[in-house]
T-cell receptor, first 114, second 113 residues
């Protein structure tokens, strides 16, 4: 069975500090990977997606970057956090690519920027 | 861009009563998007409840139903008789080929015995 793990579970960071959030998918080779973000009271917004190792596409610009260093790993990062980065970050994967593909979500990381 | 509007929560309903969560969509990037309902139960991750990819079709799961209506651009979620275990946050979502999923704000549903 496939499992998706996100780390850390929660993070409290200062404005201007760096950030790195991680996501690992086990039990599935060559998954399509996604990062979503949800501000408090807001909707889930897709930030990035990756179809293959080393390739990441940006969907929404939030002064964040993403990388896929391994087939099963997706990293979200920034060198300088903003207050507006606070929220809930979800990683997801899908087996198929396309608008009808079911996405499987991780437990999420709650980020508070002070 | 694409957008999804759904019933604003929280919604409170008694066990065995009926539930409907309204969802309407606007798809500018694709004529007939794929439509989904995702659900997050307390303490669990977001998971797919049902999906419909063909206009006019109905999807169903766990006693919930939703019909893809392209005339009214709606995808309302309904259940005839809810249980306490249906307490969750429900998200309507639209999928197109290139941009993945566009979600609504989510509707928190609380079912009381």
């Amino acid at each position: 069975a496939q499992t998706i793990h996100q780390w850390p579970v929660a993070e409290i960071k200062a404005v201007g500090s760096p950030l790195s959030l991680g996501c690992t998918i086990k039990g599935k080779s060559s998954p399509n990977l996604y990062w979503y973000w949800q501000a408090t009271g807001g909707t889930l917004q897709q930030l990035f997606y990756s179809i293959t190792v080393g390739q990441v596409e940006s969907v929404v610009q939030l002064n964040l970057s993403a990388s896929r260093p391994k087939d099963d790993q997706f990293i979200l990062s920034t060198e300088k956090l903003l207050l507006s980065h606070s929220g809930f970050y979800l990683c997801a994967w899908s087996q198929d690519w396309g608008g009808d593909a079911e996405q499987f979500f991780g437990p999420g990381t709650r980020l508070t920027v002070l | 861009g694409d957008s999804v509007t759904q019933t604003e929560g929280p919604v409170t309903v008694s066990e065995s009563e009926s539930l409907i969560i309204n969802c309407t969509y606007s798809a500018t990037s694709i004529a007939y998007p794929n439509l989904f309902w995702y659900v997050r139960y307390p303490g669990e991750g977001l998971q797919l409840l049902l999906k419909v990819i063909t206009a006019g079709q109905k999807g169903s799961s766990r006693g919930f139903e939703a019909t893809y209506n392209k005339e009214t651009t709606s995808f309302h979620l309904q259940k005839a008789s809810v249980q306490e275990s249906d307490s969750a946050v429900y998200y309507c979502a639209l999928g197109n080929y290139a941009q993945g999923l566009t979600f609504g704000l989510g509707t928190r549903v609380s079912v009381f015995p």
